[in-house]
């Protein structure tokens, strides 16, 4: 029976990696736009918005070292409301169900999916590491090691709250317009591109928005991470909000079958 199990949960995954790899554009899409964030709007922003001394950072850093946590859960949401997109895509042609034919459980056959891309999440953010070594920002080798925990963390809630929305929606031509509604919000109210200090100094309730953010929780959890820190608010509320996200995810999964 264990066979079985890690039969299925080596061809979920592979079949996850594979299709990845045919398409080249998406991991190209998926550096590109960081990157174009760190190079291009980090260069044009970082005398207006310097950051001081804060934690976890032991001395002043530049705004590109900032912010690349943030871009960091930024390619890792992205990946999972990909994935989503994908899920809403073979649940309309039909390969869903092939799947859900397996005598295993459907609970056990979905986390596996979530599983393959928080893996295809953190490669990317790997590779994006690598790049951004180029304009001097300054991740500690042991840095890359202890992030890896709270990647596939990360990576797993935010898949959890994709595949969540996407049991939401019925039509592939709809998910386009509810992605954007959550990605963007979840991105800009966080502590991704400026200190929630600041966001305090320029609008209370704005802070507070961004406060009860679970993505903020995400990007702090990474930035600690990347420098060998653990931030224990962070952690708890992500692994809440993965909880949460988890369950409801798995709860709402219904195949197309049956729906108008």
Known sequence: MNNRYLYCFNGIVKREILRF???RSRLLSALVRPLLWLVVFAAGFRAALGVSIMEPYGTYITYQQYITPGL?????????????LS????REMGSMKV??????????????????????????????????QLVDVDIPLMGYVSSIPAIFLIAFFLGALGLMLSNL???????????????????????????????QEASLWLYWLCQFNPFTACVELLRFALYGQMNILALTTVLIATSIASF?????????????
């Open 21 to 23: 790899f045919q398409q």
């Open 72 to 84: 960091c859960c930024m390619i890792i949401l992205f990946n999972g409301m990909q994935s989503s």
């Open 87 to 90: 899920m809403v895509y073979d």
């Open 99 to 132: 799947l859900l034919m397996s005598p295993l459980p459907r609970p056990f056959l979905l986390c596996c999916k979530l599983i393959a891309s928080a893996l295809l999440s953190l490669l990317q953010v790997v590779i994006f590491l690598l790049f951004a």
């Open 169 to 199: 929606i019925k039509q592939l031509e709809n998910f386009a317009g509810v992605m954007n509604f959550v990605i963007f919000p979840m991105f800009f109210l966080s502590s991704a591109l400026y200190p929630l200090w600041k966001m």
């Open 248 to 260: 409801f995810a798995l709860m709402s999964f219904k195949p197309l079958h049956g729906r108008k």
